[in-house]
């Protein structure tokens, strides 16, 4: 079955860097878009970013352009999200998310990880 | 960006009950919605998208339709384990956005 397992999460300063990552398993990975989204707490949902199943389509959502960078390895079957200058602002839990339909970037979540939760607080 | 409403907040049903949630988009967005459920501290569970086909393996008590601007969201013989935060989200237009939620309570 599906599994995607987010890891990285942690309590950082305002300005700062972190690193997340998603581990896929049960479906071909390297087949498909992949997204993060994420939620602020006891807040809804905000899409963040999305990546094509190889790489060559990237697109963020304005409010981490420029900071964010996310990034995939097919090899690893692993998403990675590069976040920096943290805000207080981008404080919330991430989940990595897989795309319904291979090939294509349609922004139809199908499954979702569990996610990690990053504080920015000083 | 595409302001997704839901309607309403929250609602408070009883087992076995049939319950309608409403979703409206400031745009048109065809029929690319999606329904997702959430519980408390788990990840989203997709349940339906292109607004009325239900995600496989996804209980046929739940039922989405509408196109355009307006959706709704209907679930039958509300059970226990429905008891849930449910969130549309519109992905036709950049960037797809997702609604408030409505939580869905027992009465």
């Known amino acids: 079955q599906v599994q995607l397992v987010e890891s990285g999460g942690g309590v950082v300063q305002p300005g700062t860097s972190l690193s997340l990552s998603c581990a896929a398993s049960?479906?071909?990975?390297?087949?498909?878009?992949m997204h993060w989204v994420r939620q602020a707490p006891g807040k809804g949902l905000e899409w963040v970013a999305v990546?094509?199943?190889?790489?060559?389509?990237?697109y963020y959502a304005d409010s981490v352009k420029g900071r964010f960078t996310i990034s995939r390895d097919n090899s690893k079957n692993t998403l990675y999200l590069q976040m920096n200058s943290l805000r207080a602002e981008d404080t919330a839990v991430y989940f990595c998310?897989?795309?319904?339909?291979?090939?294509?970037?349609?922004?139809?979540?199908?499954?979702w990880g569990q996610g990690t939760l990053v504080t920015v607080s000083s | 960006d595409t302001q997704m409403t839901q309607s309403p907040s929250s609602l408070s049903a009883g087992v076995g009950d049939r319950v309608t949630i409403t979703c409206r988009a400031s745009?048109?967005?065809?029929?690319?919605l999606a329904w997702f459920q959430q519980k408390p501290g788990k990840a989203p569970k997709s349940l339906i998208y292109?607004?009325?086909t239900l995600q496989s393996g996804v209980s046929s008590k739940f039922s989405g339709s509408g196109s355009g601007t307006d959706f709704t969201l209907t679930i039958s013989n509300l059970q226990p384990e429905d008891f849930a935060t449910y969130y549309c989200?519109?992905?036709?237009?950049?960037?797809?956005?997702f609604g408030q939620g409505t939580k869905v309570e027992i009465k």
């Open positions: 049960g479906f071909t990975f390297k087949n498909y878009a």
């Open positions: 990546i094509s199943y190889d790489g060559s389509n990237i």
């Open positions: 292109a607004a009325s």
């Open positions: 989200q519109q992905y036709h237009i950049f960037p797809p956005t």
């Open positions: 998310a897989k795309d319904r339909v291979n090939y294509q970037v349609l922004y139809e979540l199908d499954y």
């Open positions: 745009q048109y967005v065809s029929n690319y």
